[in-house]
């Protein structure tokens, strides 16, 4: 099988570009923030009719001067009082969707050159607009299986003195998004278990500070990672669990990540039919999103201690598919009777959160693409979310509004565990009827040891090109919620 990966290692082009020189402009963009007013040299350039358009802050105004197009962006303040303001526009996510959607157009058509103005005094606006920039550029057909170079110069300035540090940490956040949006993105056929295993190793193995290993199926056998084994055994490419440890927070606990990562889902002997099967390669995107975070941290050198954990598995049908009916003993020691092969992924990551919780870290976060059940409850575009701690609960959803990367809390319902026993087992591995996300949490639950957990419950693709993402695919899902997590985390 083919294992070009093609440009995983230019996702990030900002920084770079933002260094090159001036090539007579063709596009000048003005992004004003919320405080700031357009300059008066800019509004002369500008046609009568549209100046009221200005005056009356219209979020996009374009024109043509001469040899030049200039786009006015303004940002607005947008305040939502209800759902407790989870679900308000932030400085950061207006600049990047209002910024990331026009540049995407901008570059879609012919140019030489952009210059980009920010006139503003909020850090997260021009942080958001570069996230945004690195996002509305990304693009699959142009990174695999052949990288395709940028037919244009940037120029990006800022009304603020650190706007040059924004920017790096702008293109490590927007290199870790499209990380997980392309791996999310690659066909099953390139990405599969011993190829994902090995590209992560790739990716990570030179890292500062950064440890990497993989458990092939000899060695997940070994460990007693029996329902990991049983999921995969039946694909022509064997499970692998990969680890990559971080090390720079002194003597502190890590903080463990736990990412589903079903390279693609055919259910087992429970066969999906052929629509539920089509977006399956994205079933793997939990993990995708782990990576982005984990490529987050390596860059940024975090002081805190991480470990990431990857639960990587082919859920086909062959002669040695596991079976509805099986009773497989865990690492943990507790029995799980198969009632469904088609619910695979809480069955791999179960022993990868019991080999987590082990360690014993300060708490555990799992991400994973675990039920379409959470998606008739909250659409597409919002996770569920699950936790054991309300206080940790709590701080994780304001990251999410803050960085536009919303979900929502769900509830881990006592009563609903008794819908878990089975007659021979210690667990099924799932439930008929209602409640399915919930019941498949409570099942997550049993492997975390009580630790402080978070778990979140995603969808990993975009059905359509909106806002800063020019096609369908990989979302990149969390990634900015938790990066800012951890940052907060190393404040504290």
Avoid at 6 to 27: A, D, T
Avoid at 37 to 57: C, N
Avoid at 354 to 379: F, R, S, V, W
Wanted: net charge positive.
């Amino acid at each position: 099988m083919s294992e070009n990966f093609g440009g995983y290692q230019q996702l990030s082009w900002l920084e770079n570009s933002s260094r090159m020189g001036k090539v007579g402009p063709q596009v000048k963009v003005f992004v004003v923030g919320r405080e700031s007013d357009v300059p008066p040299k800019v509004i002369q350039t500008a046609p009568k009719h549209l100046k009221e358009k200005i005056k009356a802050k219209s979020s996009v105004v374009s024109w043509s001067n001469n040899s030049e197009d200039i786009w006015l962006l303004q940002l607005q303040t947008v305040e939502t009082k209800d759902h407790y303001g989870l679900f308000s526009t932030s400085p950061y996510s207006m600049a990047r969707d209002l910024v990331g959607t026009c540049f995407r157009q901008i570059i879609s058509t012919p140019l030489k050159s952009i210059e980009i103005h920010h006139l503003g005094d909020c850090e997260e606006e021009f942080l958001g607009l570069c996230v945004g920039m690195e996002m509305g550029r990304y693009s699959f057909k142009n990174l695999w299986p052949k990288v395709k170079n940028n037919d244009f110069k940037l120029i990006l300035k800022s009304s603020l003195k650190n706007y040059k540090n924004l920017i790096k940490q702008a293109s490590i956040l927007g290199e870790s998004i499209n990380l997980s949006r392309y791996l999310v993105d690659l066909p099953p056929n390139v990405l599969h278990p011993q190829s994902y295993a090995s590209l992560l190793s790739k990716v990570f193995r030179s890292k500062a500070k950064t440890k990497v290993s993989t458990w092939n199926m000899q060695r997940l056998k070994k460990e007693r990672m029996n329902l990991h084994v049983a999921v995969g055994q039946g694909a022509e490419s064997e499970p692998q669990l990969v680890h990559i440890q971080y090390r720079n927070g002194g003597k502190s606990q890590p903080i463990a990540f736990v990412g589903k990562g079903i390279t693609f889902d055919a259910g087992g002997l429970d066969i999906k039919p052929s629509q539920g099967m089509r977006l399956m390669k994205k079933d793997m995107g939990g993990s995708a999103s782990v990576a982005g975070i984990a490529l987050w941290v390596v860059n940024s050198q975090i002081k805190i201690n991480c470990d990431f954990y990857f639960a990587i598995a082919e859920n086909s049908v062959g002669e040695k598919s596991f079976r509805p009916g099986d009773v497989i003993t865990s690492r943990s020691g507790l029995t799980v009777e198969i009632h469904n092969t088609d619910a695979e992924g809480r069955l791999v990551m179960a022993e990868a959160l019991t080999l987590a919780a082990e360690q014993k870290p300060q708490m555990i976060i799992d991400i994973a693409t675990l039920t379409g059940a959470i998606k008739y409850g909250l659409g597409s575009s919002v996770p569920g979310f699950f936790s054991n701690r309300d206080n940790l609960a709590e701080v994780m959803m304001k990251m999410g509004q803050r960085r536009g990367d919303v979900f929502w809390r769900m509830p881990l319902i006592p009563q609903e565990k008794s819908r878990l026993k089975s007659d021979v087992a210690d667990l099924v591995n799932c439930t008929d009827g209602y409640g399915g996300a919930v019941t498949a949490a409570l099942f997550l639950e049993n492997f975390v040891g009580g630790i402080p957990w978070a778990h979140f419950d995603i969808y990993a693709w975009m059905n359509s090109a909106t806002n800063v993402f020019g096609a369908s695919g990989g979302s990149g899902q969390i990634v900015q919620a938790l990066t800012l997590f951890l940052s907060e985390q190393e404040k504290a």
